[in-house]
């Protein structure tokens, strides 16, 4: 049974670690009736933290998809992740979701996660709800956390409810309920029911006041989006609840309006308004712009398709999980229609892949249930796929179109894994082949010669939860070095070279001269780029060529070389004709030549770190950063605590995480993610014998 378009919400939860993604999640899924118990994350019982490694550490690595009904429509929920070595991940799953929800926690206000993803949601354009959590903890700030967003995130945020009380039980004001601006009404929750009983009455009278007020901003704010809607209020006449949410919709729809929310997860305050607000103001994949791409055969020519059953399927792949029966690649179908048992085309890989088996993930039954059919605008599983990957489009045979691909960042850590024996050699590769298709910021490269397998990957703590997968759940007979941090290498200047080819070879003279010029790129991680001033014929040629001096080892060269442009100048083949042999020759020998004369430059990994510190601990933390090399960037407060912005080498952050916590009892948490390649001083260098 397919699904009504406009009956679809293709929603994700996004949130800084600890804000309350996971209980959100878990409540939605309770009263949607969707589990009979709701789960919590301190006992490591919640339905979407299903990996082990999640459970153990409270956190969610890895997006799944639940699906569940609320009033008639249909929720696929994408779950993202809340950790910062993951940002990939929340990059890959804004691409497949409509709207989101995003939530702060009342007590923390706006940290550092919450503002790099909604900066990254600013950038895909995703309309957006914020839902002010946890007040019922002691320290809660609604209007400060308010502000928080409007300040530091430019947003232009809107209460449609305010919170009753703030803060624990035994306050004297504690957080009791909420008022609804829209109906102007009062809202409490039965704890004895988990919430599942909500008591509507009339405004308490010592709040009628901040209520109208919030009210009338929440009008003005709204205005310009509608006429009829601004008259009424100049005419003070009633505004109909029914026309408030019709303009606030258009207006979150248009992401120029943040309605904000606010509620206690734990405490089973304040969800099925969120529910209510997630039907109500975030677009369903009608109200979405039509998917572009291109023609794979012709990058230039670009395509376009609607959210429209009716036209040619095409869909984004942007999970793969894997269990012992095999793997369920998660798809966002944008247009057309897909069948169980029928054939997709896979531009990237050229090959057409059979579909199997579409598999609904619904959070009320215990197995992906399968389904016959899907159509534009949902979210399904696929059993069957063989070369296809996260990021790879999936698309009609007849009608193809690929669709633009995900990018993901260098990795900056790595870590060597040696396998006892030659079957645990073999069952490594498996299962880092398959953890690869999962992941596409993990990457595995084998030494042939030393059989020593290398893993990188995007930070300490994504590197060891692979770790944990390959010795703990899969159970591998492997010796696991140290992480070591991934160097690059660049050149330090633009060099000329010309390289040469004169030899007799069966019979045959070769000869060739090939001129290049080399030059590093100003920063970016950009590989190395080839380019020709030539006729177009020799660019494969000297690509060829450049390819085989980087695989070559030994040749001075440690580390991957990046940010290096190189443009072939000329290339002549003297009285003899022309020679695919001599000209690829002499072309390496330029490479080499011109590489020597253009001199190294060892690149390190620098991180962005943040640190949200106690004041009184700021001292020691800044103290301790200065021995590892850190530039700090910014120092600002965020209620009680201070937050320290810096940029720091990895190689000096290994255990940092460890430290922060020994240095401040636990109290100030450190946040980082890669930020770019930099030239590496004289002792670091020295470090390495080649250099
Ligand atoms: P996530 O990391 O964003 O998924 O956050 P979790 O849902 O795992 O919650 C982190 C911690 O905050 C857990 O200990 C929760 O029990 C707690 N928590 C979540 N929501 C609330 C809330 O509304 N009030 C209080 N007091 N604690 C909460
Ligand atoms: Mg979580």
Request: hydrophobic share 40%; with cysteine; glycine share 6%.
């Amino acid at each position: 049974m397919t699904r009504s378009l406009a009956d679809i919400r293709n929603i994700g939860i996004i949130a800084h670690i600890d804000a309350g993604k996971t209980t959100v999640t878990e409540r939605m899924l309770f009263y949607a009736n969707a589990i009979h118990r709701p789960g919590n994350v301190d006992d490591g019982t919640t339905t979407t933290d299903f990996d082990p490694e999640e459970q153990q550490r409270g956190i969610t690595i890895y997006a799944a998809c639940v699906t569940f009904p609320w009033k008639g429509k249909t929720i696929n929920l994408i779950d993202t992740p809340g950790h910062v070595d993951f940002t990939a991940e929340v990059e890959r799953s804004l691409r497949v979701l409509d709207g989101a929800v995003v939530v702060f926690s009342a007590r923390e206000g706006v940290e550092a996660q919450s503002e790099t993803v909604w900066r990254q949601a600013d950038k895909y354009k995703v309309p957006r709800l914020a839902f002010i959590n946890k007040l019922d903890r002691e320290g809660a700030d609604f209007t400060g956390t308010l502000e928080e967003i409007r300040n530091r995130l430019g947003s232009n945020a809107v209460p449609i409810q305010i919170p009753i009380g703030q803060g624990p039980p035994h306050f004297k004001d504690a957080f009791r309920g909420i008022i609804d601006l829209i109906e102007m009404k009062q809202m409490t929750f039965v704890q004895q029911a988990l919430g599942k009983e909500i008591v509507v009455s009339d405004i308490p009278e010592e709040m009628q006041l901040e209520a109208e007020d919030y009210r009338r901003q929440m009008l003005e704010e709204l205005f310009s989006f509608n006429d009829e809607l601004a008259s009424l209020v100049l005419e003070e006449s009633p505004v109909p609840p029914d026309l408030v949410r019709k303009v606030l919709r258009e207006a979150t729809l248009s992401a120029r309006l943040n309605p904000v929310l606010c509620g206690s997860a734990l405490d089973y305050q304040g969800i099925q308004p969120l529910l209510d607000a997630v039907t109500l103001y975030l677009p369903s994949p009608a109200d979405v712009p039509p998917v572009e791409g291109h023609d794979p055969a012709k990058p230039d020519k670009k395509l376009v398709r609607n959210p429209d059953p009716e036209e040619p399927f095409c869909g984004l792949v942007f999970k793969v999980l894997a269990d012992d029966h095999g793997e369920l690649h998660f798809v966002r179908v944008y247009s057309g229609r897909l069948k169980a048992q029928s054939r997709v085309y896979n531009p990237r890989v050229d090959k057409k892949e059979n579909c199997t088996q579409l598999r609904h993930i619904q959070a009320d039954r215990r197995e992906p249930w399968p389904v016959s059919d899907v159509e534009a605008g949902d979210i399904v599983g696929i059993i069957g796929l063989k070369a296809s990957v996260t990021g790879d489009t999936l698309c009609d045979p007849k009608d193809v179109i690929a669709l633009e691909s995900i990018t993901f960042p260098e990795t900056v850590i790595s870590m060597a894994i040696e396998p006892e024996s030659t079957a645990d050699r073999k069952k490594l590769a498996d299962k880092l082949e398959m953890l690869k298709r999962q992941d596409p910021t993990f990457r595995a490269t084998t030494n042939e010669e030393t059989g020593q397998t290398l893993i990188s990957g995007m930070g300490e703590l994504h590197l060891e939860i692979i770790k944990n997968r390959l010795l703990r759940d899969f159970k591998l007979n492997v010796k696991v070095r140290e992480p070591r941090v991934s160097y690059r290498e660049t050149v330090e200047k633009a060099a000329t070279a010309t390289g040469e080819c004169h030899r007799v070879q069966a019979g045959t003279t070769l000869s060739a001269d090939v001129t290049i010029r080399l030059e590093p790129y100003p920063e970016g991680e950009k590989p190395v780029t080839v380019e020709s001033e030539l006729p177009i014929e020799t660019l494969p040629i000297i690509s060829a060529a450049v390819n085989e001096v980087l695989a070559e080892q030994g040749q001075g060269r440690a580390f991957p070389l990046i940010r290096v442009k190189i443009t072939a100048l000329s290339a002549t083949c003297g009285e003899t004709e022309p020679n695919e042999i001599a000209f690829r020759a002499a072309a390496a020998d330029a490479f080499r030549k011109a590489l020597d004369a253009a001199g190294p430059v060892l690149l390190e990994p620098i991180m962005k770190l943040e640190v949200v510190v106690p004041d009184e601990y700021v001292g020691d933390i800044v103290g301790d950063l200065q021995q590892r090399r850190a530039i700090i960037t910014g120092t600002n407060t965020r209620g009680k605590n201070s937050v320290l912005e810096a940029e720091v080498p990895l190689a000096n952050l290994f255990g940092y995480v460890g430290a922060v916590r020994s240095l401040s009892q636990g109290r100030a948490s450190p946040s980082m993610e890669p930020r770019s390649y930099a030239a590496a001083p004289a002792d670091v260098r020295d470090q390495f014998l080649n250099w």
